[in-house]
């Protein structure tokens, strides 16, 4: 079988490994370098639980969300991607970890509480709204150079990379990974459904810091192999690529309000463009055009998923049956 995968970000990467092991020739088509895909762009959070707590539009998922984090271990090791278990501290005062603590006894989760002196160490310390936090052991990270292992390990696979759209007369069967891009809209309706979401993160490349992902309100902190890495704006609508000095300035300001150590400190931003359904969770599946698999519309759990998703493109790809999660994120969902 041909097939080819429009969109090099981590779920057309997943896809065409898993589609390439199953004995598929595949390619993986993409004009930008990289560094320039919203993969890239991310933070590498395998975090199902402090997203179920902090995002109401997960915590609907959780279970989808833990299924996924399950993928991982053996894919991390058959790729060589290293993962970081640390965990999370979500950080606050007396009331916003109060609201937190109950959604996560609403949800079943065990969370244990930290006064400040408990909290982890970070030069300069926390904000005056930082008083606590509570200590969620089940969140991993993904490592910097995970994007880059990924397309190494497609290209061990004899997945071959170009920068030109695919041609249907080079390929059997083709899916559609393109993240917030519309430009398969004509061949593939389902595409209508999403929206872009721009998001800006910040480096502070002089820092560092080893521990747990700290998630103040306003702002995150996350070790890099890169340095401090801060994050995240969530610009819903706007698909527009490229930093807004304004947007990454007043990120910078967010979060010195929970770092104060940040103040001073030198950080340069990126940017980059998802997209996301109405429900939050991506369209991955068969699309209602024969010939034709969906992956996109990660919104911000497209690391977390991705493993899972490339397991249900698969399938859908050779026949095979999906799996259980696959009805929560099949496009055909949407339909009037």
Not at 216 to 226: H, R, T
Request: glycine share 14%; proline share 7%.
């Amino acid at each position: 079988m041909r097939v080819a995968v429009a969109g090099a970000g981590v779920f057309g990467l997943t896809s065409a490994l898993a589609l390439a092991r199953g004995g598929a020739r595949v390619t993986l088509h993409d004009p930008g370098p990289a560094d320039a895909n919203a993969s890239a762009v991310a933070a590498g959070m395998l975090a199902p639980f402090s997203e179920a707590l902090t995002d109401p539009a997960a915590a609907p998922h959780l279970d989808l969300l833990v299924a996924a984090q399950a993928r991982w271990p053996d894919f991390a090791a058959t790729f060589g991607i290293g993962l970081d278990r640390s965990g999370a501290v979500l950080l606050g005062d007396a009331g916003r970890l109060a609201q937190l603590r109950a959604a996560g006894q609403a949800l079943g989760l065990d969370t244990a509480r930290l006064d400040l002196t408990g909290l982890p160490h970070l030069g300069g310390g926390y904000g005056p709204e930082v008083t606590g936090g509570l200590e969620v052991g089940g969140d991993w990270r993904v490592d910097a150079g995970a994007l880059a292992r990924l397309a190494e390990a497609a290209r061990r696979l004899g997945v071959r990379r170009l920068s030109a759209p695919p041609d249907s007369a080079d390929h059997d069967l083709s899916v559609v990974a393109t993240g917030a891009s519309l430009d398969y809209l004509a061949l593939a309706p389902e595409l209508a459904r999403l929206t872009p979401i721009r998001g800006h993160i910040l480096r502070y490349r002089g820092l560092a810091y080893e521990g747990p992902v700290l998630r103040g309100p306003g702002a995150y902190a996350v070790p890099s192999a890169e340095g401090l890495l801060i994050g995240a704006t969530m610009e819903v609508g706007q698909g527009r690529a490229g930093v807004d000095p304004d947007i990454a300035s007043d990120l910078a300001a967010r979060a010195e309000l929970v770092f104060p150590g940040l103040k001073g400190q030198a950080w340069t931003a990126a940017s980059g463009v998802r997209a996301a359904t109405p429900d939050g969770l991506p369209l991955v599946g068969s699309s209602e055009r024969p010939g034709l698999i969906l992956a996109c519309g990660a919104r911000r759990n497209g690391w977390l998923l991705a493993p899972l998703v490339g397991e249900v493109v698969a399938a859908c790809a050779f026949g095979r049956e999906p799996g259980p999660w696959a009805d929560l994120m099949a496009p055909r969902r949407f339909r009037a």
